[in-house]
């Protein structure tokens, strides 16, 4: 059963620094692309990349190019969503969601984790 | 502002069949396939259409999905309580620099 489990809620103030993460399991976690989904309060789902965790190679929404960073860790399945600097308008749902094969060009998101809040206030 | 338009709410009674549509344009829907996503109150999406019409194992057949142009539409025939939930059609965008977006949501109301 393909599973991904994300860290738990997390509460930072502005301009703090912050990493979440996903741990795949239930597949082999090197076929398939791996990314991010943000879901602010009250609204819809918003696509921020993806990683190759065979390569590290990623691909960005322009919204979030620069404001984010997307990695990913193969030797423990794991992918990461980093902020160097918070702001408030960071607060939301972020849901890591794996992808179709990496052999696919534009691979679809296909399994979610259960979602971690992340809330930033001062 | 998504670019893809579905219409903020859809209705039904129990055994009813509820349409919802997403619009697009050539540079998503009209050359890319089109996946459906549900999102029941307070869990994560859940992939319900992918490639326009196919449902990934453990979805119902009550689900069903077609794409014609620059439109798609998702069918939930037979409606039943569980199926209120949010829905999200979503694809590839080739003029959005390599972008994945998704629709505008349509939240379904079992009356």
């Known amino acids: 059963e393909v599973q991904l489990v994300q860290s738990g809620a997390e509460v930072k103030k502005p301009g703090e620094s912050l990493k979440i993460s996903c741990k795949g399991s239930g597949y082999r976690f090197t076929n398939h692309w791996i990314g991010w989904v943000r879901q602010m309060p009250g609204k819809g789902l918003e696509w921020m990349g993806i990683?190759?965790?065979?390569?590290?190679?990623?691909r960005y929404s322009p919204t979030f190019e620069g404001q984010v960073t997307i990695s990913a860790d193969k030797s423990i399945n794991s992918a990461y969503l980093q902020w160097s600097t918070l702001e408030a308008s960071d607060t939301a749902m972020y849901y890591c969601?794996?992808?179709?094969?990496?052999?696919?060009?534009?691979?679809?998101?296909?399994?979610w984790g259960q979602g971690t809040l992340v809330t930033v206030s001062s | 502002q998504s670019v893809l338009t579905q219409p903020p709410s859809a209705s039904g009674t129990p055994g009813q069949t509820v349409t919802i549509s997403c619009s697009g344009s050539s540079s998503n829907v009209g050359s890319n396939p089109v996946n459906w996503y549900q999102q029941l109150p307070g869990t994560a999406p859940k992939l319900l259409i992918y490639v326009n019409n196919q449902r990934p194992s453990g979805v119902p057949d009550r689900f069903s999905g077609s794409k014609s142009g620059t439109s798609a539409s998702l069918a939930i025939s037979g409606l039943q309580s569980e199926d209120e939930a949010d829905y999200y059609c979503a694809t590839w965008d080739d003029n959005l620099d390599g972008l994945y977006v998704f629709g505008t949501a349509t939240k379904v109301t079992v009356l």
């Open positions: 990683v190759n965790p065979v390569d590290s190679d990623t």
């Open positions: 969601a794996r992808h179709s094969h990496v052999v696919v060009v534009d691979p679809t998101p296909d399994f």
